[in-house]
């Protein structure tokens, strides 16, 4: 049975253009879709779909809310936001509501196609690369300006490590970018999860919310 899908956004040829876009894949179904927040929450009820791909800014009642409605209702339903705003604020408050990614209208494309299947079926959560910049350089922008003890124990090179790890480059790009070895890369991985406590971009994106960050 394929991945069940109700789009949920206010502009119409976004939402025919999305809907041609996942009626290609042949794991994919698009079983409702929707201009506002309130009609999505009753399709959901209704259609009991794997994932809503939801905007934020709709009328009646907009994607943050409607998410954090979702997830408290209905459990197994994934979101994954799709929106037009990149601004941490926004990126911090779907996600504290539940969301189980977050990509920019910008990127739409190919990305969405995988992220579906990443949070759907590898019960994973997907930010876009850029997303994750925003939140991450914010992260350590906030860090070195409160002097924190957990950042400031990290050498020159650990931080340029996990700058570039965390925003999605894999060990072998992070190596090519420095001129050191996978191996070497591998070693300052394991430091930084020790000293940080952090093991994947996740838990840094919702340890940056917890730390109050974004200013929800």
Same mark, same amino acid.
């Not at 409160?146 to 400031?152: A, F, L, Q």
């Given at each position: 049975m394929g991945i069940k899908i109700i789009l949920a956004d206010d502009h119409k040829i976004m939402r025919e253009g999305l809907r041609s876009l996942l009626e290609k894949e042949s794991d994919m179904e698009i079983v409702g879709e $929707?201009? *506002? %927040?309130? /009609?999505a929450l009753q399709q959901v009820q209704k259609l009991a779909p794997d994932v809503v791909v939801m905007d934020i800014s709709m009328p009646n009642l907009d994607g943050i809310e409607s998410t954090r409605q979702i997830i408290a209702?209905? =459990? %197994?339903?994934?979101?994954?936001a799709l929106s037009?705003?990149? *601004?941490?604020?926004?990126i911090a408050e779907m996600l504290g509501a539940g969301a189980s990614g977050y990509l920019s209208k910008a990127c739409a494309g190919n990305e969405l196609v995988s992220a579906i299947r990443i949070v759907v079926t590898s019960n994973? $959560? #997907?930010l876009s690369p850029h997303i994750t910049s925003t939140v991450t350089d914010d992260y350590i922008r906030h860090l070195s300006a409160? %002097? =924190? @003890? @957990? #950042? =400031?124990i990290? /050498?020159?090179r650990e931080r340029e490590v996990l700058r570039l790890l965390v925003e999605g480059k /894999?060990?072998?790009q992070v190596a090519l &970018?420095? &001129?050191?070895s996978v191996r070497t890369v591998e070693n300052h991985r394991n430091k930084i999860m020790d000293k940080l406590d952090i093991h994947n971009v996740v838990e840094l994106t919702r340890y940056a919310i917890r730390e109050g960050l974004s200013q929800l």
């Open positions: $929707t201009e *506002d %927040g309130q /009609t209702k209905y =459990s %197994g339903v994934k979101v994954l037009i705003h990149s *601004d941490k604020k926004f994973q $959560t #997907y409160k %002097g =924190s @003890s @957990s #950042y =400031s990290l /050498t020159a /894999t060990s072998k &970018n420095l &001129n050191v």
